[in-house]
């Protein structure tokens, strides 16, 4: 019923049209004179203005959208230019051109709509421009531009909607984050070193007394044969600076920092040779193994500007149903925006492991670091876990106060 009415509506304004017009001739075969016939000729241009516009299809108006890059990062400048072509040059008085895209764009906007009047004329091209400023990370589409014209007395208003999909995918913002590998502590008298040594057994590289404790395999048996004195096999160290970052993904004011961090160590880490797996648990559980290289690099970005604060339940929750698979000599990092004694205990068994694990606790600028966030500070150190607070904006210095704690 209701699309009914919606196509009866403008066949109306037509037929009131035409009233009009049969008025005014009306009046002027009857009346007389100049002023009558002058009135009507003044005002047949206009009636048949509208009666063009009722008839001219706006859905003929072709739509190309463009960005002037491909890659965006977060809090980036958009440049939107969107170019409109016809094969009729039809004279279109107004015309009011909306973007339809989605409203998560506009979150740091001055404006909340990307709308604008423009007046074609006879112009078969029509370029138009505009900038969004800041935008949001995730993933934006432009759906649609909404078209909109009438004629001078707003009898008429048509209004057509024509398709032009383009997704925008916004990677999240990152920062320069200086990295030094953790130090990782033992039981055995809290001895501490800066990495995992791993010893490369593939390659020998010297030989040397053998000593208690050295394993069988590494006996050099050539040399024994030779000297009848047991000997050692030297091998390569190689040092394991693999880390594992997990993302806290229960709802927070401060989510968009904890990616731009999580995002910042990931670059980081990477950069400087090492390797680094992700681990983000919501309504979906997604876990990247832990490799180097600019491949894994865009995987970790692809997801962390597609991942939303949607875990239905607190990380110590999260962590007691969900075990992390990775090996004893990673480091282990917990980007979160809140800290309780539960959460500490359900860390404390990846502390356990002999690795090296390090909750960043993230606070908004001019949030305050209570008392009781101290206490757990306190409460986590006793456990071999360390807390580090972050402050929003200011992670440069992330990495190097772990490493002194």
């Known amino acids: 019923m209701k699309t009914k009415l919606q196509f009866l509506k403008p066949l109306?304004?037509?037929?009131?049209?035409?009233?009009?017009?049969g008025i005014s001739f009306s009046y002027a075969m009857f009346q007389g004179g100049f002023v009558s016939w002058f009135l009507f000729y003044s005002f047949l241009p206009f009636a048949l203005y509208a009666a063009s516009v009722f008839l001219y299809p706006l859905s003929e108006f072709y739509v190309e959208r463009s960005f002037e890059s491909s890659e965006y990062k977060a809090g980036d400048e958009l440049k939107v230019t969107i170019t409109l072509s016809r094969k009729i040059p039809f004279p279109l008085f107004y015309m009011v051109l909306e973007d339809v895209l989605t409203d998560s764009v506009f979150h740091h906007s001055g404006f909340q709509k990307a709308k604008a009047m423009i007046h074609p004329g006879f112009r078969k091209r029509i370029k138009l421009t505009y900038y969004i400023e800041e935008l949001p990370r995730g993933e934006h589409v432009f759906s649609a531009v909404r078209l909109r014209a009438g004629d001078f007395f707003g009898i008429f208003e048509k209004e057509a909607s024509i398709d032009c999909i383009n997704k925008l995918l916004v990677y999240p913002a990152f920062v320069d984050v200086p990295y030094r590998p953790l130090e990782n502590r033992y039981?055995?008298?809290?001895?501490?070193?800066?990495?995992?040594?791993?010893?490369?057994?593939?390659m020998a590289t010297g030989i040397r007394d053998y000593q208690p404790g050295d394993r069988f395999s590494w006996i050099h048996w050539k040399t024994f044969a030779r000297t009848n004195e047991l000997m050692t096999k030297e091998?390569?160290?190689?040092?394991?600076?693999?880390?594992?970052?997990?993302?806290?993904r229960e709802d927070s004011p401060a989510f968009e920092s904890m990616v731009t961090l999580s995002a910042s160590m990931i670059r980081s880490i990477l950069k400087k040779g090492a390797q680094v797996g992700l681990v983000s648990i919501g309504e979906d559980h997604v876990s990247f193994p832990i490799r180097g290289g600019e491949e894994h690099q865009s995987q970790l970005f692809y997801h962390l500007a597609k991942v939303r604060q949607d875990s239905p339940y607190a990380l110590g929750k999260v962590l007691q149903g969900e075990g992390l698979n990775y090996s004893q000599s990673a480091a282990v990092l917990f980007v979160t925006s809140s800290v309780s004694k539960k959460m500490i205990m359900s860390v404390n068994q990846y502390a356990k492991r002999n690795s090296s694990v390090v909750i960043f606790l993230l606070k908004r600028i001019g949030e305050a670091y209570t008392a009781e966030e101290k206490s757990l500070k306190a409460y986590a150190s006793s456990r071999g876990i360390r807390l580090k607070v972050c402050f929003e904006g200011d992670f440069s210095s992330a990495f190097m106060e772990v490493k002194r704690a």
């Not at 039981?187 to 593939?202: P, R």
């Not at 091998?235 to 806290?248: N, P, W, Y």
């Open 12 to 21: 109306g304004k037509f037929l009131l049209l035409l009233i009009l017009v």
């Open 187 to 202: 039981d055995q008298g809290m001895t501490t070193s800066n990495v995992k040594i791993q010893k490369d057994t593939t």
């Open 235 to 248: 091998f390569e160290e190689r040092q394991s600076h693999d880390v594992l970052i997990v993302l806290d």
